[in-house]
């Protein structure tokens, strides 16, 4: 009798249209004859969100039912973007919703382009936790994500008069992709005091009381695969005040405000996504996120495991938890909690169960990003937990001394304890310790985390402990849906979209590069996408653009080791080369547009004054009438995912110009290349293995590498340096007020100029404009240019995060594929 009642998933048009009206005059109580295209949106976005949901119930089923090992990807950040192109895309239904759409009298991206982003991290490490998603979905693995549900996303940033503003991100209040669960909640306990206890049989016990105590909600957001029914699940949780707590008991006895404050209070857990990126700030309120999200989701996969009736030892066999940089450390330390003190199980049978169960991932170097905690303020907080970290920093620390009875200082050096005033808590060692394995995101950065920050632990821990998963993208939403006539051109050679589900297929389109046809094409969409691009910066900045130009592209959140300063730096020097020129001469060079775009921390002053530079060296250029066409510069206000997929696609040249050595991997490269476009950049990152695999024919590297920053920096401090000279003519420009008051700048300059120059902006500057020429050279070969782009295209294989996630299941989770049978 179920079945007869359950749920179909529509598969035709006029099935999206029933569905699409029934939305519009029932869910949202409309109008048909007043329908615009937000509601439009509305009605599509709830039809396709009812069809994913019926297959989630499915999906969840036959998980159930196979009886797997699960994976549960943990993170703090998410950057999804928008879900319903992708939604339409992944269930192959775009185009029956396309016509269904014109039918209503709707044009779909006026329709798509209504949604707001969920814009839940900051850049790279949430959007490839994005990514991941999609993949593990696709490849029908049994996985769940688990985040916080964020009342406000990263800020939206406006530009006013040059500066950064931001703008709050309230993007809750129509929200079709999630699905509330009032009935799965958890109570996260904090503060209180731990007293021991004598159980039955004699054992010492820690009881954990008072304090105050807050609820998670879940909210569950559906996540397609690719051409298969899979649909997983990405779990986030919502604070909320307990209830029964608020508070019928200090209501009633007449204390209003203070009722309605704790209310607050808990709810502000949940309010916020911090906006730092690569800088730790070691507030008590982010610690509190921390610890409310793990304990919320460890309860879940503890709960769901318990059902299955298993043993304790078996834990490691059912459930693998990968750790998305040490936001959710405190997971290994609760778990260990859970199982000693409320399971009741010896600690060493306990820790080994711990240590099966978690892989932790490295995404910096930079030591400015490292986490730390606050021994007092973790005491206060969380202070069983500390208990446990005393303990497993004391087990280790035996152990190692065991080992190494010889050193005499090692043990400070790998304690997990700092001996600082305050004491800190090392939240990376921890996850290394807690971890059964630990990764890199790129080779360089696997192996530098090997011989610098953990160079100890590998001595400790052996080799076999640290491995490296390059990191990737999904070729779904960054070919397929960011650039549909480059995918669609792809599979007319390819026969069929068979390559967006295994990226390494694009090997054969080196056959074609010799026909014309094909050529014409692809260079008639790379036109048409850096239109596209020039449209939007006409009615976003008032500027035009010419979309034969060259476009140069750096996108990415502003930071000193991204070096945008050594871009704008390079954009005045090309500036003040043209203004050299005999007018006559002005034809020669390139012309160029140099777009820029990305959010600073709100508190990163020095970021903020290199967007400031950019605006402002924008404003001179582009109203100089001797530089016409020759250069622009934009800066691209409020970079977001849905603004990436439309930059990605019309870019020429795009900067990935960290100083060697600090950016961990970087994502962008792979989305810029595999769009077609060529890269200028650094031997850093993932940069190095995309010339690998492309040929250093395709990429324009520059600069010094890795291995010498320490000395070129050393030379530096002992005052052994002199600014580059090209360098010094554009600080002349700057210091004599070109670009409006230089005292603007003067920190910026200073930070080159002086004794350090840490990320070495003067020892790569010379380098760096020689290597602009040559980008100039090649660009006006367009028939050269062409080949470049369509060999690089054919050899990105390698980058799609389907076979990272490959590698994550085979060598650190140990997880198969759910088997789907026929039906898939
Ligand atoms: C501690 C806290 C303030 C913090 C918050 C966010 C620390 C770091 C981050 C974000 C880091 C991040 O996005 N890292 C980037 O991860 C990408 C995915 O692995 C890499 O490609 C990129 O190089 C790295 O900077």
Redesign the pocket.
């Known amino acids: 009798a179920w079945r007869k009642y359950s749920a179909k998933p529509f598969t035709q048009k006029s099935e999206i249209e029933l569905e699409f009206v029934r939305h519009i005059e029932t869910t949202l109580a409309r109008s048909l004859f007043n329908c615009d295209e937000l509601a439009a949106y509305s009605g599509i976005a709830l039809a396709f969100r009812d069809r994913l949901i019926i297959e989630w119930n499915k999906t969840q089923q036959r998980q159930t039912f196979a009886d797997q090992k699960r994976i549960y990807y943990l993170s703090?950040?998410f950057l999804m973007g928008r879900a319903l192109d992708n939604a339409m895309l992944n269930v192959g239904l775009k185009d029956v919703a396309k016509e269904a759409l014109g039918d209503l009298g709707f044009r779909i991206e006026d329709v798509i382009s209504q949604e707001h982003d969920a814009a839940l991290g900051?850049?790279?490490?949430?959007?490839?936790a994005a990514c991941f998603l999609d993949s593990m979905a696709t490849l029908n693995y049994p996985a769940w994500g688990y985040g916080l549900r964020y009342r406000y996303g990263i800020f939206k940033q406006e530009i006013v008069d040059g500066y950064q503003v931001e703008i709050p991100d309230y993007w809750l209040d129509f929200n079709p992709w999630e699905f509330p669960r009032h009935d799965i909640t958890v109570n996260v306990q904090f503060y209180g005091t731990v007293n021991k206890q004598r159980d039955t049989q004699g054992r010492t016990t820690h009881i954990w009381q008072g304090g105050e105590t807050v609820q998670a909600v879940a909210y569950d957001v559906p996540i397609p695969g690719y051409g298969t029914p899979t649909t997983n699940n990405l779990r986030l949780w919502s604070s909320k005040a307990t209830s029964g707590e608020f508070n019928f008991q200090k209501f009633n006895a007449g204390d209003y405000e203070s009722a309605v404050a704790d209310e607050q209070r808990a709810e502000t857990i949940s309010a916020v996504l911090?906006p730092?990126?690569?800088?730790?700030?070691g507030k008590e309120l982010r610690l509190k996120q921390q610890y409310f999200w793990c304990a919320a989701s460890l309860y879940d996969i503890v709960r769901r495991f318990k059902k299955t009736k298993r043993a304790w030892n078996e834990f490691p066999d059912q459930v693998a938890i990968q750790l998305n940089?040490?936001?959710p450390t405190l997971a290994i330390v609760e778990l260990q909690r859970i199982l000693v003190d409320i399971e009741v199980l010896e600690w060493d049978e306990a820790w080994h169960i711990v240590t099966h169960t978690f892989g932790y991932?490295n995404?910096?170097v930079l030591p400015e990003?490292l986490?730390k905690w606050s021994v007092p303020m973790m005491q206060n907080l969380l202070p069983r937990h500390l208990q446990i970290i005393y303990d497993i920093n004391l087990f280790f620390l035996q152990s190692v001394e065991k080992r190494f009875p010889t050193d005499r200082d090692i043990l400070a050096r790998v304690s997990i304890i700092e001996e600082s005033h305050p004491k800190m808590v090392r939240m990376a060692y921890l996850a290394i310790i807690g971890s059964q394995k630990v990764n890199g995101?790129?080779e360089l950065?696997s192996d530098l985390i090997k011989t610098t920050i953990f160079k100890d632990f590998v001595d400790i821990c052996g080799p076999d402990k640290f491995t490296n998963v390059t990191?990737g993208i999904t070729p779904r939403r960054w070919l397929h849906q960011a650039n549909p006539r480059l995918s669609e051109l792809i599979a007319s050679k390819l026969g069929g979209y068979g390559f967006l589900k295994d990226l390494a297929l694009l090997e054969e389109l080196e056959d074609f590069i010799n026909d014309k046809e094909f050529r014409k094409s692809w260079v008639e969409i790379k036109l048409m996408n850096k239109t596209r691009l020039a449209k939007h910066i006409k009615e976003a900045t008032g500027y035009q653009v010419n979309p034969n130009a060259l476009f140069d592209v750096q996108v990415k959140?502003i930071h000193e080791y991204k070096r945008q300063q050594l871009n704008i730096f390079g954009v005045i020097h090309r500036y003040l080369a043209i203004k050299a020129m005999d007018p006559k001469e002005r034809a020669k060079p390139v012309p160029r547009v140099s777009i820029f775009g990305g959010k600073a921390a709100p508190g990163y002053w020095m970021a903020k004054t290199i967007i400031h530079l950019i605006n402002k060296v924008a404003s001179v250029i582009n109203n100089d009438p001797d530089v016409g066409d020759l250069l622009k510069v934009i800066f691209v206000a409020d970079y977001n995912v849905s603004k990436a997929e439309m930059i990605c696609p019309a870019s020429d040249i795009s900067e990935h110009i960290s100083t060697a050595g600090t950016?961990?991997?970087?994502?962008s490269n792979m989305k810029f290349v595999l769009n077609g476009g060529l890269i200028i950049g650094t031997c850093d990152?993932?940069n190095i293995e995309i010339t690998r695999e492309i040929g250093e024919q395709n990429i324009f590297l520059f600069g010094n590498l890795a291995e010498d920053v320490e000395e070129l920096r050393h030379r530096h401090y002992y005052g052994d340096f002199k600014l580059d000279m090209h360098l010094a003519k554009v600080f002349d420009a700057i210091k004599g007020g070109m670009f409006g008051p230089p005292d603007d700048f003067a920190a910026l300059l200073s930070s080159v100029e002086s004794h350090s120059d840490y990320y070495l902006v003067s020892d790569d500057f010379l380098s760096y404009i020689e290597t602009q020429e040559l980008v100039d050279e090649a660009f006006r070969n367009q028939d050269e240019w062409t080949d470049k782009c369509i060999t690089s295209v054919a050899r990105m294989g390698f980058f799609s995060s389907d076979r990272v996630i490959t590698e994550y299941a085979e060598s650190i989770w140990n997880v198969e594929q759910l088997d789907m049978g026929k039906e898939n």
């Open positions: 703090l950040e900051n850049g790279g490490l949430g959007r490839l911090y730092n990126d690569n800088l730790e700030r940089d040490t936001h991932t995404h910096t990003a986490e995101v790129a950065h990191n959140r950016e961990a991997s970087g994502t990152g993932a």
